[in-house]
Structure formats: structure tokens, C-alpha cells
């Protein structure tokens, strides 16, 4: 059996150094907003060539707490993908701001930036741009079309670690970008953490006290904040992983090309193949008209498959006074997509064992 993503295997080759920190963590007495914090903060905002990094609880706050700090009127528009988890679109309902859905590419299944434009209203404020498979969006249309509209660009990054656009790090191109650390992600802890990185220091400093109360000094709060603080051991083990961070990229780079070039099946869409060196390949995503046969084929092999996603946002019971819009695009991917097994232990073996099952599919 070959499981889909087995986290014991991720994080094996790192128990003893994590075993250590977390007792440092431990005896030091100290759990949140500390030295470790600090440390992976600095860390991480190098790693992503941007100036500032302010640590959080997960994903979903990071996202959050960046449209909370640009403080949009009540009502303003937000374009996001209509093809993405709904923790990109959750962050815009809760802050009482209008989600506006937009079809992707069809080739990259990414927000499409020649759809973005016709959607802008003197009330949008801000793109939301999601590199969901570990593939950066076109940013420099995306860029362009924001700042003839004044609009701020938030990019959700959860899934794109390491990725890169153009020779450049994804977390320094837009104006914030979100990372999760959830433990599946390309850069995982073991529990929830997230992150915000920025270029831009007035907002990564509101940011740092909205995750506080909004509180600059102890028991003086300048904003209505939160509590979303990435804790110390938390930000103690992402330290010791985020060194890895790059010969994991390159060994999903690696798998990601033999499934390029090796998969050979009727009717079966492989994912873009134009730029492997810059996709962080978080999942590897195929799509496939009859998608249940083709899972239970390989399930059958011995390979666990996973559907991200298989309900789009708009067509979720949360978000049900949008189920009547047309995104036909959106749907027709969420009927289709299949994630295979992509990680950085996966063997060759493995590898060649999922893409002969795969070339076994005979419909
Ligand atoms: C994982 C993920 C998130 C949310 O991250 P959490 O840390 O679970 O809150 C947001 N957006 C995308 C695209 C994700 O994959």
C-alpha cells in the first residue's frame, strides 16, 4: 500500500532534533511571543526574500489578519479564485467584505488574469491570488492590472513554499502573502502555525499586534485584535525543518518531472509542465473525465489517491446564496481532479509503481 502521505515518514528524519527543542522549549519556561518565535520570523522572511515575517496560529489567520490590517470598508469587493479551498474565500465573509469569484485557467487552474479586469468595480479592493498546487499565479498581469486599479494584492501561499515566480521568491512578490504550516503543507509543523510576509513594515507591525489584541504595549490595545500567536515550540520545530525546506522542493521536482514525462494515459490531463524548476509541487493534480474509476483503479493497485477538491466553494451548504452562480470552469475541475501520492520520501520504486498502475488504467 502506498499511502497517500504518511506524516510519521515526513517527519522521521527530524525526530531527534525536534525531541531536543521541544525539551529546550520545555525547561525555558517561556511558550509564546519568545526568542524562537523571533528566530523563525527572521529566518523565514530571508528564506522568502521579503523584509518582515510575523508568525501566527495557521493559515486561515494569516489571511485574515493581512485583510483585517488594511482595514477595507465593510462591503468592498475582494476577487478570489473560484477554484480553491474555502479558507481563501472564508477570511472575506467573516470580515463582512464581498467575495467576488472568478474562473480560472483552464490549462493551470489557477485565478485567470485576463477574467480579472471585467470584475472590478469602484468598490473592489483587493485580489487574492492562491497558488494552490505549489504554483505561483501570474503575477506580473496580476501586479500590472492591481496598480492601475489601486487595488492591494494578498497572495495565499499555503501551499507554495519555495515556490518561485520569475526569480523570485513567492512571499515577496505581493503586497502579504499567507502561509499555512499545517502539518501536511510543504513546510508542515506538528499542530497548527502560520505566517504573514510582507515588504511593507507599517503592515507587518499592525499585523504583529492585531495577532496580540492589537496590543503594542502590555494591556494597551491601539486595535480590536486577536489571539493568533504561533507558539514556541511550534516555531522551534519549523526552525529545524525550514533548512530542508529546498531538497524537499527538489526532490518533488523530481517526481513531479517522471510523472511529466512517464504518464501515459487516454483522456488523462496531466498538470502544466512549463515550469517545473519554479513549482513548489505540493500535489501533484490530474484530471480525468471518469476521475471514481480511475481512484477506484488505482485504489485497487494499492495506491491511496485524494481529491482536492472534490466541492467547490460556491456549491458548499456554508455558502449557499452563491450556489446559483455560473462557474463552469470551477466545476468542471472539482468533477475531475485527482491528486497522486507526491512527497519527498516516496522511492523511485514508488514512483514507477503508481505510474505503471497508471499506465495500467484501461478505459
Ligand atoms: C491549508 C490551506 C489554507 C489554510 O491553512 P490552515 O493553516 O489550515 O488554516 C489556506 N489556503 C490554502 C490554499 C490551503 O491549502
Known amino acids: 500500500m502506498i499511502p497517500f502521505l504518511d506524516l510519521n515518514q515526513i517527519n522521521e528524519p527530524h525526530l531527534e532534533a525536534i525531541e531536543q527543542a521541544s525539551l529546550r522549549v520545555l525547561r525555558s519556561g517561556w511558550y509564546i511571543l519568545g526568542n524562537e518565535l523571533k528566530t523563525f520570523e527572521t529566518s523565514f522572511a530571508n528564506y522568502c526574500e521579503s ?3 510575523v508568525g501566527v496560529a495557521n493559515g486561515l489567520d494569516a489571511i485574515t489578519l493581512i485583510l483585517k490590517a488594511f482595514d477595507f470598508p465593510v462591503g468592498s469587493e475582494i476577487i478570489v479564485p473560484a477554484n480553491t479551498y474555502i479558507a481563501s474565500v472564508l477570511p472575506v465573509s467573516y470580515l463582512h467584505l464581498t467575495p467576488v469569484l472568478v474562473e480560472p485557467d483552464n490549462k493551470t487552474m489557477l485565478l485567470d488574469p485576463e477574467l480579472i479586469e471585467s470584475r472590478i468595480t469602484d468598490k473592489t479592493k483587493a485580489i487574492i491570488t492562491v497558488d494552490l498546487y505549489g504554483r505561483s ?10 496598480g492601475r486599479h489601486n487595488l ?4 495565499d501561499a499555503a501551499q507554495a513554499h519555495g515556490a518561485v515566480y520569475k526569480n523570485r521568491k513567492i512571499g515577496s512578490l505581493a503586497h502579504a502573502t499567507a502561509f499555512s504550516f499545517y502539518p501536511t503543507k510543504n513546510l508542515g509543523a506538528l499542530g497548527d502555525a502560520g505566517a504573514v510576509t510582507t515588504s511593507d513594515p507599517e503592515l507587518a507591525e499592525k499585523i504583529a499586534y492585531l495577532r496580540n489584541y492589537g496590543s503594542k504595549v ?7 485584535g486577536v489571539n493568533s500567536r504561533l507558539d514556541e515550540i511550534q516555531a522551534a520545530i519549523l526552525s529545524i525543518k ?6 524537499d522542493n527538489q526532490r518533488r521536482k523530481e517526481i513531479a518531472q517522471r510523472y511529466l514525462n512517464e504518464i501515459k494515459v487516454k483522456n488523462l490531463l496531466l498538470p502544466p509542465g512549463d515550469r517545473p524548476e519554479e513549482d513548489a509541487w505540493h500535489i501533484f493534480v ?10 477506484d483503479h488505482l485504489d485497487s493497485m494499492g495506491i491511496q489517491t485524494n481529491v482536492h477538491y472534490p ?12 450556489a446559483n452562480l455560473s462557474l463552469p470552469i470551477t466545476e468542471q ?21 503508481i505510474i505503471e498502475a497508471l499506465n495500467n488504467f484501461d478505459l
Do not use: G
Open 333 to 353: 475541475i472539482h468533477n475531475e481532479v485527482l491528486s497522486l501520492p507526491l512527497h519527498p520520501m516516496l522511492t523511485e520504486n514508488e514512483v514507477s509503481q
Open 311 to 322: 466541492v467547490p466553494v460556491h456549491k458548499q451548504l456554508a455558502y449557499k446564496h452563491l
Open 242 to 247: 525550514l533548512p530542508f525546506l529546498d531538497s
Open 152 to 155: 492591494k494584492v494578498i497572495t
Open 218 to 224: 502590555r494591556y494597551k490595545n491601539d486595535y480590536q
Open 286 to 295: 490530474v484530471r480525468h473525465p471518469e476521475r471514481q474509476k480511475l481512484v
Open 51 to 53: 523584509d518582515h515575517c
Open 137 to 146: 499565479c501570474e503575477m506580473d498581469q496580476i501586479m500590472e492590472i492591481a
